[in-house]
Structure formats: C-alpha cells, structure tokens
C-alpha cells in the first residue's frame, strides 16, 4: 500500500463505523488503475495516431459491433451522447468514419468505419495489445482470468441495475 492509499485509508475511516474500508480500496485502486490505464493510452497508442481516447472508443465500437447509430454508439462505447457528436465529426472530417441517413428516417443516422479508419484502428488495436499483454504480463494466467471473470461480474452487476432504473 502506497502512502497516497494510507493516508487516503485514514481519513475515509476516520467518516464513522458505517464505512467499508475494503470497497473504498477496491474502488480507490480500480479508478487509480483505470485512469492510469487510460492515460498511458492515449499518450503511446492514441494521441501518436491522431485519436483521442474518445475516438478510438468509438472507432473500436463501430469495429467490433458494426455500423449504428450516434445514441447506440454512446451506449456502447462509454462515451457520453454530447462527445458522440464531436467525436464521430472530427473521425468522419479526417476520413475514419462515413456516416449516412436512412432511407425509411431521414432524421436517423447510421455511422460506419470507412477502410482507412478500419485499417488504421486494426493497426491500433495491435499496439494497443502489445500494451496490454506488458501490462499483464506479471500476473498468472489464472489470476488474470479470475481478475476478468471479477470485472465482468461487476460490469454485469451493474447493468442490471441500469435497467431496472430504466424500466
């Protein structure tokens, strides 16, 4: 344990009995991790190739899940509806992304990788995974596989309820 984490550990205990200490770590370190995460990304892989964070989210999705639309995009990428927009116009003004209307709906919009922005996001995703595999790469198989198996648990956790806040 760091001294941040320490210090941090104190002063969260410090709130009364009602307190969990063992969530506060677990989620102090997931965001440290994920932001750290994040921001190693996009100085080595994103940036250095002309996307955000944002952009390669998006590209990623639209790779993976096929052409939709800016509001299934926000759903599925984590990028909020109001950086949908500005992402998809900056990735279609610099080639990486068509967008189209459709024909029964003029108002709706679909969006698809264009083959530049499809070869440029595979290109990426290697680097990317190269990262990744570093990133892991002290950890076991089977601690790796229990820590995924963890993560998608809570993913999963989460969007159940999600939806029952929707319905």
Known sequence: ???FETRASERVAEL????SLAAFAASFNLFRFSTRLIQDLEASIHRPRGLSTAGFR???TIWALGEMEPRQLANHSGVSRAAISGAVATLAAAGLVE?????ADRRLVTVRLSPEG???LEEMYRAQNVHEQGLFSDISAEDLSGFTRVLRSL????????EQETS
């Not at 009364?16 to 307190?19: A, E, K, L, V």
């Not at 967008?99 to 024909?103: H, M, P």
């Not at 993913?155 to 999600?162: G, I, Q, T, V």
Request: net charge negative.
């Open 58 to 60: 998006v590209m990623f």
């Open 99 to 103: 967008k189209s209307r459709e024909q």
């Open 16 to 19: 009364g009995t009602n307190i």
């Open 155 to 162: 993913l999963d956790s989460r969007a159940s309820e999600a």
């Open 118 to 120: 499809a070869a440029l």
């Open 1 to 3: 344990m760091d001294n």
